[in-house]
Nanobody
């Protein structure tokens, strides 16, 4: 079974950028759908973005136009490029596959 490890989180000022990575222990080319979720303190985990099929993408309205999801099957890695970050983007970010595998999460904090 594929295992996922997120990285790239950190502290950034409002308006800044971060790129999150989700590295898989196995081959991801056969995985149809991968996604990013996030969970802010005291809130439920929420969907952020998905990539499926041959590069189709979907985004939550709250991140549309600011975040970009992508995957590199040769590197078995999925990415989330986050631009124009806002304090409300502060959360633990998780990656996920359509078979229900989750990573351990990476913390993103947007604060001045």
């Amino acid at each position: 079974q594929v295992q996922l490890v997120e990285s790239g989180g950190g502290l950034v000022q409002p308006g800044g950028s971060l790129r999150l990575s989700c590295a898989a222990s196995g081959i991801i080319s056969s995985i149809y759908l991968m996604a990013w979720y996030r969970q802010a303190p005291g809130k439920q985990r929420e969907w952020v973005a998905s990539i499926f099929g041959i590069g189709n993408t979907r985004y939550a309205d709250s991140v549309k136009g600011r975040f970009t999801i992508s995957r590199d099957n040769a590197k078995n890695t999925m990415y989330l490029q986050m631009n124009s970050l806002k304090p409300e983007d502060t959360a633990v970010y998780y990656c996920n596959t359509d078979s229900g595998v989750w990573g351990q999460g990476t913390q993103v904090t947007v604060s001045s």
